[in-house]
Structures are given as structure tokens and as C-alpha cells.
């Protein structure tokens, strides 16, 4: 396995997310920010920041496959979210737990997690980036 997830002493355990990803491998993905775009092109689930959540990871999974891994060689996440606040929390989660179901992972990498202003187009509340390593 190219990536080792810990959650070091001296620093908060969180269970969203591991603190630090210790990656090897020979191969390095950037996937560019993933919106909740479908295959066409059209955005999936307007209005419902849950349902744009699991397709971001549904579209990063298929950047991921096409490079040779899956969501285990993810070594961090960034999140950006149109008008954050607290509340928005448990939406973010849901769509992240049914992203997991779908594709039968754990997806705990390091995260930032960032409020924007605004995404490229007025649907998208979230834009999801990562970075892979591959062996």
C-alpha cells in the first residue's frame, strides 16, 4: 500500500479525517476540482449540497481509476464549499457516507476543508480536489 493514514500524539483524533498521510510510491495523481458534474456535463443534485458531495467523490474515484488506483491511494483532500458555515456539517458528511457506500471505502485522507464565495457555475456548493499516490 503506497499510503499510510495515522492520527499522531500530540495532535486531535478526528474521525472525519486522519492528521497526516505518509505516501510512497512512484506514480503522483492530481486530480483536478471535481464538481457534481455528470458524464454530459450536467450538474447533479441542484440545491442539495449531500448529493453534490457524492458526486465529486464518484467523479474522483473514476479520475482515480483511470489512473490505476482507488480511492486507498488518496494522500489528501481539498474541500471547497460555497457559503460555509458549521451547519452545513452533517450535509457534507451524508454525501461523503453515501459516496463511501457506493463505492465500498473508507475515504478518511487528510482534508482542508475551505468556504468560497462562489464556484464556477452558480449550482456547484462544492468542489472537491485531490492528490493520489499510486505504486
Not at 107 to 114: D, E, R
Request: some cysteine.
Amino acid at each position: 500500500m503506497s499510503i499510510t493514514l495515522v492520527n499522531p500524539k500530540g495532535l486531535p483524533e478526528i474521525d472525519a479525517y486522519r492528521q497526516v498521510s505518509i505516501a510512497t510510491g512512484s506514480k503522483l495523481v492530481f486530480i483536478a476540482g471535481q464538481v457534481a458534474w455528470d458524464v454530459d456535463g450536467v450538474t447533479v443534485g441542484e440545491g442539495d449540497l449531500a448529493a453534490q458531495v457524492e458526486q465529486c467523490y464518484l467523479n474522483i474515484n473514476a479520475a482515480l481509476a483511470e489512473a490505476g488506483g482507488s480511492f486507498d491511494h488518496v494522500a489528501k483532500l481539498t474541500v471547497y464549499v460555497v457559503d460555509w458555515n458549521p451547519d452545513k456539517m452533517p450535509l457534507l458528511f451524508e454525501g461523503i457516507t453515501r459516496a463511501a457506500a457506493k463505492l465500498g471505502v473508507t475515504p478518511v485522507p487528510p482534508a482542508t476543508l475551505l468556504g468560497v464565495a462562489a464556484l464556477d457555475v452558480p449550482e456547484h456548493l462544492v468542489e472537491i480536489e485531490a492528490t493520489a499516490v499510486i505504486d
